[in-house]
Structure formats: C-alpha cells, structure tokens
C-alpha cells in the first residue's frame, strides 16, 4: 500500500542540551515553566533537548523531568508567533487535535506548548510494522481525513472569531505568489530551465489559479502533509498551523494524499478520496460529483506540488538545508502524472517531461 522510497532522513532531530550548563540554566530560568502542569521543572533532575524545526526558523526546546514534558516555543517572527497563539487557541476551542497552549509571552515571543512526541505520520508510516500492515495503514490515512473533515466542518461564522483567520484567505493573488515562487526557486534557480515563451507560461499560471475562482471557501490548515501530523495515543494532531487560511478544501486533501514524504500506490489514495467524500457529505452535507471532484482535486495537486517544489529548492539553495532536497525528485514525478491532464499549462509539461527525476 505504500511505495518506499530510499531516502530515510528524519526531518525532525533532537540535541541534548545538557552538556552546556548554560543554555540549561538560562531554559530552566523560563518564567513560563511555572505554567507547566506540576509547576516549574527543577534543575538537577531535568533534561532539555533541542528540537530542529524543520523548514521553519523556529526553535524548540524539550524540557523533561521524569515522566512529565512540555515544549518550549522561541519564534523570532512576530506575525507567525501571534497567529500561531490565535490560531491554535481558536482550533482547541472547536475541538481539533492540536497541542495545548499551557502560556505565552508575546513581547518575547515565546510559548509553552504540550509535548505530542516525535513521531509524525511520517514516521509512523515508515515503520515496518505499519507499512506490512496494510488495514493499519490505511486506518491512519483515514483517521487524519476525520480530522481534516472536521478542519473544514467549522463555519465561516466561527472563523470570524479568530483575529488572524479574518485578515487571510487563499485567493488569486496567493495561489499566483505560489507558482511565481515555483518558476523562481525551482524553474530558474534549480533546475536552470528557462522557458521561452514566459507569456504562455504566465497564461497558464493565471489560468490554474483562477480556475479555482467560484469554489466555495473552507478552513485549511495550507501545509497539511505527514511532517505537521503528530501521533500520540493512537490519535493525530495538528502541528505548524500558524498559516492557515481559508481556502479550498481539495488543497489540503491533496497536500495529504500527494505529499513528497510520502508516496501512496493510486489504488490507495483512490480509495481514501472516496473515503474522504463519503466523510464530507455524511458530517457536513456536502455532496459533490466525483467527475467535478477529480477536476478539483487534480488542479489542486498541481497547485499544492509546485508550490512545494518551490519550498523544497528555496531551502535547499537559499537556507542551505539540503535535508530536504532528496525530496524533489517525488514532487517532480507527480508533475510529470498530472501535468498531461491540464493543458493550460502544456509548455511547461514539456519541459518538465524530459526533466531527469535528479
């Protein structure tokens, strides 16, 4: 049920801190460790790990004494930091799964987090035993499509309750600023293909994203994919949700089911589209003919795959994060699936046929 691919990095690494008394010290000297529940962590008995973040700037500490731990969240960027604190605060209030918020320090930017663990959907996938176990498998997609149809089962009118939900939706101009980032980062810087015809290109970059013009507008979570889904207890939870949005609901379905981590086999991600649809209108009401669907759904997956492509050349090229480069050569062969489906964007098909899978 799963194609296995080589590569077999963990994004996600942990450091011990605990040799440098110092950043030890200075952690454990957190005001916001007395929110912690039990109380502030002492000294001698506690052990801080730093945690990488993946593509973000930001930095995690985990703060463990004995059988209790908690997160600690350090974010230099002020926006993302207060829409993180909204955003989750809003999502834990109408019962979506992510990690609790124990408090926060908005002029220093930092916040205690509940600690979900290590292991991603990603790594859980991965895992032998999951992997040969096809109905367990399967099990966990559709466990995460739950709380996707949950994600999207909160209203319009509920969503205006969040201070930095209101200001942000994924319209044209964003869905442009996602292929205008694929053509620099991946296009031109990383795989040096220049296309001549720039004004065709650009007619079909236009054409794909305002196609999704009159698709009625959902909660989207915009980077839903098995590196921001956390296990823990048998039961997935949202991480990295500062950027959602509203916006189309096959975006996020397709981020899961087409993800660069990890490759389904077509019968399985037929099956759980299916599963998904079937969710959607029993939960929420919405019916949708699967032709309409597919239609939606495969536009969605190349607007998600460019834009991560686009990531993917950007961290590796710019912020030197080379752990994600081996990760290209998938979002290119779901380019090369779907791209013979869209012809609006034919030219760039051409090149992206011949381009080697690196």
Request: proline fraction near 3%; charged fraction near 25%; glycine fraction near 4%.
């Amino acid at each position: 049920m799963i194609k296995k691919s080589s590569n077999k990095q963990k994004i996600k690494d942990m450091k011990d801190v605990n040799d440098n008394n110092m950043d030890k010290d200075l952690i454990l000297q957190e005001p916001l460790l007395k929110e912690a529940p039990g109380g502030s962590f002492k000294t001698a008995a506690t052990n801080v790990f730093s945690l990488t973040a993946g593509g973000s700037d930001r930095i995690f500490y985990r703060i463990r004494e004995g059988d209790r731990s908690v997160v600690l969240l350090c974010d230099k960027n002020k926006e993302n930091f207060l829409s993180f604190i909204q955003i989750g605060q809003f999502l834990n209030e109408n019962s979506i799964p992510v990690p609790r918020i124990y408090g926060y320090d908005f002029f220093h930017q930092k916040a205690l987090l509940e600690d979900l663990g290590d292991e991603a959907l990603f790594q859980k996938i991965r895992s032998s035993n999951t992997s040969n176990n096809s109905d367990l498998f399967q099990e966990c997609y559709q466990k995460v499509i739950d709380v996707l149809v949950a994600l999207q089962g909160i209203s319009p009118e509920q969503t205006s309750g969040c201070a930095a939900l209101q200001k942000r939706c994924f319209d044209y101009k964003q869905r442009r600023w996602e292929t205008s980032y694929f053509r620099q980062y991946f296009l031109r810087e990383y795989c040096k293909i220049l296309i001549k015809d720039e004004e065709e290109l650009e007619e079909g970059f236009h054409h794909l994203a305002a196609s999704f013009a009159h698709e009625p507008f959902f909660l989207m979570h915009r980077d839903f994919q098995s590196q921001n889904i956390i296990w823990k207890i048998n039961k997935p939870y949202l991480v990295d949700f500062q950027g959602a949005r509203l916006g189309i609901a096959a975006y996020d379905l397709a981020s899961l089911l087409h993800d660069c981590y990890i490759v389904l086999e077509d019968d399985l991600r037929e099956l759980l589209i299916s599963y998904y649809l079937n969710q959607r209108q029993q939960r929420l009401g919405i019916y949708q003919k699967r032709e309409e669907f597919d239609s939606l759904y495969l536009r969605s997956a190349l607007q998600r795959n460019m834009q991560a492509l686009g990531a993917f050349s950007f961290l590796t090229l710019v912020k030197k994060k080379k752990q994600f480069e081996p990760f290209i050569p998938i979002g290119i062969r779901y380019l090369k699936l779907n791209l013979p489906h869209y012809s609006p964007l034919a030219v760039l098909e051409k090149k992206i046929r011949n381009l080697p899978l690196i």
